[in-house]
């Protein structure tokens, strides 16, 4: 009998060099996680940098399916929203719910179990306030898909947003800092640990 496979997919928030890793975690609250948790599970980071609802779909059956996870931690969204703003590239949010039903809809057909993570953004830039207007709307959406496929919603929007220093979190208002990082995985622990325990073991 094996532990269970986890498996963490997203954006460069997940990523956290984790491509150069020789362990192949990264750096960021995913490495955090697995310190907590040793020896619980087999743990698995597919993170890639810059990377949308869109880019996952396209890489999912290789990345992610192929490697018959036993969980799987999604976190994506704020580049759907980010391109719009610095490349024009729109991700309308009945495309983002599309894209994102595809990625769930394999696994909770093979009863995987699902952490859903909200995207985030804290607007420490003044443009940034604009961009909440365009995120908000998929943070609802990633929301409801919670609800919808019997998911762990982890709330790190609100959380962070909840702290009185966001340049102190997010110095870019998205990528972390130590301090950010340690609350994700904490959040994360806090909301989703409970999820893991229940796994079984696999043969």
């Known amino acids: 009998m094996t532990p269970p496979t986890v498996l963490f997919a997203g954006d460069s928030i997940t990523d956290c060099d984790r491509r150069t ?50 969980l799987v931690s999604v976190l994506v969204g704020v580049n759907d929203t980010w391109r719009r703003y610095d490349s024009g590239t729109h991700t309308t949010t009945a495309d983002f719910e599309v894209n994102y039903r595809a990625l769930l809809d394999p696994l909770a057909a093979a009863g995987t179990a699902l952490v859903l993570v909200e995207p985030f953004l804290l607007p420490v830039r003044a443009e ?62 806090d909301h989703a640990a409970p999820l893991l325990a229940a796994l079984p073991l696999v043969r």
Do not use: M
């Not at 990377?51 to 399916?65: E, G, I, K, M, S």
């Open 21 to 70: 890793d020789p362990a192949g975690l990264g750096d960021g609250y995913v490495l955090r996680i697995t310190r907590a948790l040793a020896g619980r599970a087999r743990w698995i980071n597919r993170g890639i940098s810059g990377d949308t609802t869109r880019d996952l779909r396209a890489r999912w059956a290789h990345d992610v399916l192929a490697e018959h996870p036993s």
């Open 128 to 189: 940034q306030v604009e961009w909440r207007e365009d995120l908000e709307p998929k943070i609802d959406i990633v929301r409801d898909l919670a609800r919808d496929y019997g998911a762990v919603l982890v709330p790190a929007d609100t959380a962070l947003n909840s702290v009185g220093d966001p340049a102190g979190l997010a110095p870019d208002g998205v990528h972390l800092s130590p301090d950010g990082t340690d609350l994700l995985a904490k959040l994360w622990l």
